[in-house]
């Protein structure tokens, strides 16, 4: 239930509030009422229905920077 | 945009070793780390995560699971409910199976109540305008769950006969307050990462302040988890506890804006029972007065039973939920309580330690 899924929008409607996300070869309904500027191609996580917030590409680098670094610390021997 | 890469068997290799040679090997002493969201206890059961861990890393799955913690009171409650009145219930199915003090919600379904499983609130919205009689929606879930049920509520065009029995509950005041009480304990914390999303990360900072203890919030994957842990590691070996964002690609700071309006907008937060675990001040959301026509438990006049049952007899639950126990410690686990058969919450929902451990072949 609790399960929050990363997914892709495919499609918003006019609305604005709802539209189509994708994941693992599967199209849901979905909501966006708590995401502003939304475009079609973001990827989103979505919750019970309802997409809870937006996954940034740039922060994903910077998360994969953060565990870089982290192992970076141990080949240094730092 | 590849996040397949958190995933990545050489990344895992990496932080599990740097985890293991770097970090856990300067600690002298068994290191307990909490998460509180069953979605991290689904990942490190389907990854192994706990294989690739030393001796002295204990993970343990703190009270992270919604439907674990709803009492026994509300669900009685409801069921009574639905059993005498010519009313719809409908539910995530995860709490289908869960038991009440008599009966789970299939079991009065196979009596005659009128029960229906539903997969958001959007859907038992749309379940109600083809439907004549009053549709209650049973709402289990933290504030991943809570913030759509506001949003919903707030920009929804919704029929005059659908009301809500929130049990939604806000998780960090619950788990502090369990800290201060000396109910759970632990080094460090992993941050429910979707949880999180909504609330932000400030609201962890007095776990910090007040008992020293790292926080870090996590994703999914098994990357995301093992990071976590290495950062909790490194906070303790420097010496300098703080609130660490582990999960950027996906958390702010500030928590999801939108969605704590629309929260604030609907709801307040009064006291609740977590079950097996007592009442909680400011742990529930209750519907604001400018919402209270959805509010099944003033409509409906809801009575609750005094005499509810959190726990049947020899199920340990209780002490599961705190991570005092792993499931294997209880004598009915895989025996005579199975996902099947659940004899208590913690074997019901994905989320449930108990299921996750069964699911995952603990067995033995
Ligand atoms: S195994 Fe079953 S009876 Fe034992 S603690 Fe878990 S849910 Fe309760």
Request: some cysteine; charged content about 25%.
């Amino acid at each position: 239930m609790c399960l929050g899924i990363a997914m892709k929008v495919v499609e918003i409607y006019d609305s604005g509030i709802d539209g189509i996300v994708e994941g693992g070869g599967v199209k849901r309904h979905c909501f966006f009422h708590m995401i502003d500027d939304l475009k079609v191609g973001d990827y989103v996580i979505v919750h019970a229905g309802c997409a809870i917030e937006k996954i940034e590409e740039e922060e994903a680098n910077e998360n994969l920077k953060l565990i870089e670094q982290c192992l970076l610390g141990e080949e240094n021997g730092s | 945009m590849d996040l397949e890469v958190f995933n990545d068997p050489e990344i895992v290799k990496k932080l599990s070793e740097t985890i293991k040679n770097k970090e856990s090997s300067r600690i002298n002493r068994t290191v307990k780390i909490m998460h509180i969201c069953g979605t991290h206890e689904n990942s490190i059961v389907r990854f192994g995560l706990r294989d690739l861990l030393p001796e002295n890393i204990k993970v343990i799955a703190g009270p992270g699971c919604p439907v674990c913690v709803t009492s026994s009171r509300d669900i009685d409650a409801i069921i009574d409910l639905a059993l005498s009145e010519n009313v719809r219930i409908t539910t995530f199915g995860d709490m289908l199976k869960v038991p009440g003090t008599k009966l789970s919600f299939q079991k009065a379904h196979s009596l005659g109540a009128d029960i229906q499983m539903v997969y958001s609130i959007f859907d038992a919205i749309e379940q109600t305008r083809s439907s004549k009689k009053p549709n209650i929606f049973f709402a289990c879930g933290f504030e991943t769950t809570a913030a759509p049920t506001a949003s919903a509520l707030i920009d929804l065009d919704i029929p005059d006969n659908f009301f809500i029995y929130s049990v939604h509950k806000y998780t960090p005041k619950g788990v502090y307050a369990l800290l201060k009480s000396g109910k759970i304990n632990m080094d460090g914390l992993i941050l429910p990462g979707h949880a999180a999303t909504i609330s932000g990360l400030e609201v962890y900072e007095r776990f910090v302040k007040d008992f020293g203890i790292p926080c870090v919030s996590a994703g999914f994957e098994a990357a995301d988890v093992l990071l976590a842990i290495l950062l909790i590691l490194k906070q303790i070996n420097s010496g300098t506890p703080k609130v660490e964002n582990g999960y950027k690609r996906v958390i702010n700071y500030e928590g999801n804006k939108k969605a704590q309006e629309a929260l604030n907008e609907v709801f307040f937060l009064d006291s609740a029972i977590w079950r097996g675990l007592g009442e909680i001040n400011e742990t529930g959301y209750e519907l604001n007065r400018n919402y209270s026509r959805f509010d099944a438990k003033k409509n409906f006049g809801i009575k609750y039973p005094d005499n509810f049952i959190e726990h049947q007899k020899g199920c340990r639950c209780g002490e599961v939920i705190l991570g005092n126990i792993t499931p294997l410690e209880c004598h009915l686990y895989a025996k005579r309580c199975t996902p099947e058969d659940p004899i208590g919450p913690c074997m019901v929902s994905d989320e449930g330690t108990c299921k996750n451990w069964y699911d995952g072949g603990g067995i033995e």
